[in-house]
């Protein structure tokens, strides 16, 4: 409901603005009003006088004033407050634009000469993260030359020699991980996000400076890609470990007792920082592909696919409907119901998450008055910052998630937060309480900080305008949603956007605008010229002159999608505390008392983990014994649930019974008793900084010797920096199979942070004192450990080239998916799924538009949650006749008229072969034929032609449009065929693969 007054109120004043003076109107939000004024709104270049009446941080002045500069894009949407508000962010990208940063921890405080973005005002360093994400966001567009050079400031190479154990090249050049917790990486692994902002930088530099920049990029991925497999990837899981992207402060989004074993939060996996390194792997791999190196495009490609797979795999929480934020550490590794807003929206940009998945984050995860929270759901007793909170930049990608779904709320929402927060803050902040924006709630807080200033300028530029670019093209394809147009756009009936410069080419983009109407939905363009000629998709850039008129026509008003769920107030928003939990003593099994954690409200319940599964839910606080005989392995956990809310807290520290009476023994070896799995950890102190900062984790190599001195396991053990108040900690574990017998332990350092040459003029442990991977080693213990989870069961895929068509007289490839347990289950008869367009069912490199439609994926996951059979899946490729062999006779402009044919192929010639080849269920019961746009035309055609063949028919996004919709006009008469008909997917696929032809 606030939202909507919000809303009418905003649309009321732009409405009313004439009433006032021509140039200046107040805008109200809530209790407060934004006000702007020029001094002459006819200007070629404005000046606006920007005020609130909200009170600010830091006491400062509620009014600020700041002019449109020449050279930089402006825009003139009708509202004043729109156009001043893009001003702003441009203005305060200049003001991050700088010839020096600085930090008081480096350089001894003096400054270092870069041409740079600084993050922002309270932060005048450059910060991976920050910088990658707002590069990626909007900045790496508008300002490439200074994006790259920041990108190349956060690159380093080792301060001597290559480290003895290190992967990749000689000089070592990698991504530089900040400090940290527990001492920086890997505790700390999304260093990848660096790909994100690489990413758009290549896309936005002429050729020339791309081609250095991609050589360089490639260079440093490659060696952070190979390190990082070595000291954070996990094979057992598939995932990467490290703490989550940007939600670094442990005790805003972690449990309490985190901050006193750091080791578990290094072998907890995150979904955001997992989804990065799917990000880096999959533009290393193109990158690999653009230099010729076929091995590592291979290596890299293969990589991703199994994250992608892990993530689904380990991470999605089918009751919630999303993917959890984090596991928890070892011992445990449960996926935790923690949700977060950039995760999740990353999951979607990227293409981790499949449709259904998108779509039902976008609809799930809850909202507040002023827009998504950075996470879900709130800590309790924890004040305002990543808890509590909304951060511009994740807002922005938000957006973006919701954009490319035609999510119309999800959007809306992000647009109001977005310019909202701008408006009464004076400055795009680093965040705002999450319930009444508050900017003084949270407890740090920057003006004009970088990654809310790209935020904005990508909401405007990206979205609002639609402008992408690569190397090679233009593209335009706005997403402008009718609340956008009632409210922000009102006062024109065209908004445009001038001074862009992009690839050397000037643009001036001017959109026509429908009139404003009181339905929600969003408008699809009807057509687009550049420079008075009508363009068909995206533009060349050598297509271009110097400068150009980009017009674009936005026509019908579509529902979109509209699902989205408002969270209560911070009561129904505030998960419990984590329980209070201790093994009772002197009993044969294992017994735990469970007590409230501190600051319960209300009645409460505890599920409890045995070895990271759910073993027992609902239960009352006091003592609990596992009847089950566990094993000498087995490890707990416990969290608590509001029955009321069904939010849950996070896990309590994993008490394994094993390990009660297991103190440190001997540093140098261990002794197996019997044939198992097992842990090696080691007891230990490291006080080289506080457990916040600095690049001083210890990182080692362990290796365990036989009695014969081979090697039976090894891998890398950190020991992050502990406080000295908590007593010596225990290392993260190696986990090894091992056999009867004495093992030898020997700890080769690895490397940290500290030895990159950036980390030279560090003030630090570690820094200009030289290089520092050392911690006091009191002991070690092996512990017994749980069996390894069972991986996930997948289908696989095979690929039958060359296969020939005599009804047409060409040859094509069907790509194949056998369900899981084909291979196992050597009786068992499969249903067959008939699809076409097969280059787009299973790979991206194959599909078009580099989408595809993870249909191995999505079955493997429906499999999983027991939402549909196994069944035998067989792609169909097309070919450059595409449009004539799925069409019907015949469109006065596309021809057509070969469906016949192919559907003789299909059923007379493709499907005997399947049936003679595979374990089908060759019967028309057990037989379907489905395929989207013209397949999906195709598939009603082949169904009617074959009834006796096929009793199931799918059509998404159907082109029915085709030959002046005759099949509207003529519908099949009744016949025992199963028809599944989607239509208003059309709209969304057509503004997510992003071509402006006619639409599927």
């Known amino acids: 409901m606030m939202r909507r007054a919000i809303a009418a109120a905003i649309a009321g004043a732009v409405a009313c603005a004439p009433a006032l003076a021509d140039t200046s109107f107040e805008l109200p939000f809530g209790a407060y009003k934004a006000r702007f004024a020029t001094p002459d709104t006819q200007a070629d270049l404005r000046s606006y006088t920007q005020s609130t009446t909200m009170p600010l941080r830091d006491n400062a002045p509620q009014s600020i004033t700041y002019a449109e500069q020449p050279g930089q894009p402006k825009v003139r949407s009708g509202n004043l407050a729109f156009d001043a508000l893009f001003a702003l962010a441009i203005t305060e990208m200049k003001q991050d634009s700088v010839q020096a940063i600085r930090d008081g921890s480096y350089n001894a ?42 990108l190349q400031f956060k690159l380093s190479g080792y301060r001597g020699a290559k480290p003895a154990l290190a992967a990749g090249s000689e000089d070592g050049l990698q991504i530089v991980q900040d400090t940290g917790s527990g001492g920086s990486w890997p505790v700390s692994t999304d ?82 920082t997992n989804v990065a390194h799917y990000k880096a792997l999959t533009l290393a791999a193109e990158l690999a592909l653009e230099a010729g190196d076929n091995d590592d495009v291979r290596r890299y490609v293969l990589w991703a696919a199994d994250l992608k797979i892990a993530i689904n795999d380990r991470l999605w929480l089918k009751d919630a409907g999303m993917y959890s934020s984090l596991t928890a550490g070892h011992f445990d590794g449960a996926p935790l119901h923690k949700f977060d807003w950039l995760g999740e929206s990353l999951a979607i940009i990227t293409g981790v998450a499949d449709a259904e998945q998108a779509q039902s984050i976008l609809a799930r995860y809850p909202h507040g008055p002023l827009g998504a929270p950075v996470i879900w759901p709130q800590q309790p007793g924890v004040p ?25 709320a999800v959007a809306d929402a992000a647009y109001a937060s977005l310019l909202q927060g701008a ?83 000037r643009l001036r983009i001017k959109i026509k605008l429908p009139p404003a109407v009181a339905l929600e939905g969003y408008y699809l363009p009807t057509g687009a010229k550049v420079n008075g000629k009508d363009i068909q998709g995206p533009v060349a850039w050598n297509a271009l002159a110097d400068d150009n008129l980009v017009e674009v026509e936005m026509g019908p008003l579509v529902p979109g999608r509209r699902q989205i769920t408002f969270a209560g107030g911070e009561t129904a928003s505030t998960a419990p505390p984590e329980p209070v939990v201790q093994i009772v003593p002197g009993n044969p099994g294992a017994r735990l008392h469970i007590a409230p954690g501190a600051n319960l409200q209300g009645e409460a319940r505890y599920n409890i983990y045995r070895d990271g599964q759910l073993i027992a839910s609902n239960i009352t606080a006091g003592d609990w014994t596992d009847h089950s005989t566990p094993l000498a392995s ?63 984790n210890a ?19 950190q020991m992050p920096h502990n406080a000295p108040g908590n007593g010596p900690a225990w290392s993260t574990p190696l986990t090894a199979q091992l056999k009867q017998g004495s093992y030898r332990l020997e700890l080769e350092p690895f490397y940290n942070m500290s030895g990159l040459q950036s980390n030279a003029a560090y003030a630090d442990a570690g820094g ?44 094509r490839t069907l790509r194949i998916y056998l369900p899981p347990s084909y291979g196992s289950d050597t009786k068992r008869r499969y249903p067959v799924l008939y699809m076409h367009d097969g280059q787009n069912l299973f790979d991206p490199k194959t599909a078009s ?57 299909v059923a007379k010639t493709v499907k005997p072969w399947v049936d003679k080849q595979y374990r089908t269920k060759p019967g028309r019961q057990h037989t379907a034929v489905m395929g989207s746009s013209l397949g999906g035309l195709a598939s009603i055609g082949i169904a009617q032609r074959y009834p006796q063949v096929f009793s199931m028919a799918g059509g998404f996004s159907s082109s029915f449009w085709w030959n002046n919709k005759d099949a509207l006009k003529h519908p099949p008469k009744r016949m025992p065929v199963r028809f599944y008909i989607d239509a208003e997917r059309c709209m969304t696929a057509w503004m997510t693969a992003k071509h402006s032809a006619r639409p599927c």
């Open 109 to 150: 405080g003096q400054p270092i000469a870069c041409l740079c973005f600084e993050t922002g005002e309270k932060w005048h360093y450059v910060w991976t993260r920050d910088l990658s994400y707002a590069a990626s966001l909007g900045l790496a567009m508008l300002d490439p030359q200074r994006t790259r050079n920041s």
């Open 191 to 272: 260093r990848v996000s660096w790909a994100f902002g690489a990413e758009q930088v290549l896309k936005s530099l002429p050729p020339e400076e791309r081609a250095q920049f991609a050589a360089t990029a490639l260079h440093a991925l490659r060696n952070t890609i190979e390190n990082d497999r070595i000291a954070a990837y996990d094979p057992a899981s598939g995932l990467y470990n490290g703490e989550q992207s940007f939600l670094d402060w442990r005790e805003q989004s972690y449990a309490a007792w985190i901050s006193n074993d750091l080791s578990s939060m290094a072998t907890s996996q995150s979904l955001s």
């Open 384 to 408: 305002a910052y990543h808890n509590r909170a909304l951060w511009p930049f994740v807002s922005a990608y938000g957006l973006r998630a919701a954009a490319q779904y035609g999510n119309v």
């Open 423 to 505: 408006a009464l803050k004076l400055s795009n902040m680093e965040n705002m309480e999450w319930q009444g924006g508050d900017p003084s709630a949270p407890a740090i807080n920057s003006r004009r900080q970088l990654w809310s200033v790209g935020a904005f300028l990508g909401m405007v530029v990206q979205q609002a305008f639609g402008v992408t670019v690569d190397s090679e093209r233009l593209n335009i394809n706005p997403f402008i949603t009718s609340r956008l147009r009632r409210e922000w756009f009102t006062g024109s009936e065209q908004v445009e956007l001038s001074g862009l410069a992009l690839h050397g080419k």
């Open 634 to 696: 087995s490890c707990y956990a416990v969290e608590t649930v509001y029955p009321a809310t069904g939010t849950r807290s996070h896990h309590s520290q994993a008490l394994c019974p094993a390990a009660e009476d297991n103190n440190a023994g001997p540093i140098d070896s261990v002794t197996v008793a019997k044939d198992g799995r097992y842990y090696v950890q080691f007891r230990y102190d490291n006080h080289a900084h506080q457990i916040n900062l600095g690049v001083t």
């Open 699 to 717: 990182v080692y190599m362990l290796h365990l010797r036989d009695q014969q001195g081979a090697v039976a396991a090894e891998g890398i053990i």
């Open 768 to 811: 200009a004192g030289g290089a520092r991977n050392e911690a006091k080693v009191q002991g070690a213990r092996l512990l017994p450990a749980a069996a390894a989870p069972k991986p996930a069961r997948h289908g696989t895929l095979q690929l039958v080239e060359k296969f020939t068509s005599p009804q047409l007289g060409n040859e």
């Open 849 to 905: 538009f580099g989408t595809e439609w993870n249909i191995d994926e999505v079955i493997d996951r429906l499999l999983r949650d027991g939402e549909m059979d196994e069944v035998i899946v067989v792609g169909i490729d097309n070919n450059s006749d595409r449009v004539a062999e799925y069409t019907p006779c015949c469109d006065p402009k596309h021809g057509g008229g070969k469906l016949k044919a192919y559907a003789d192929f």
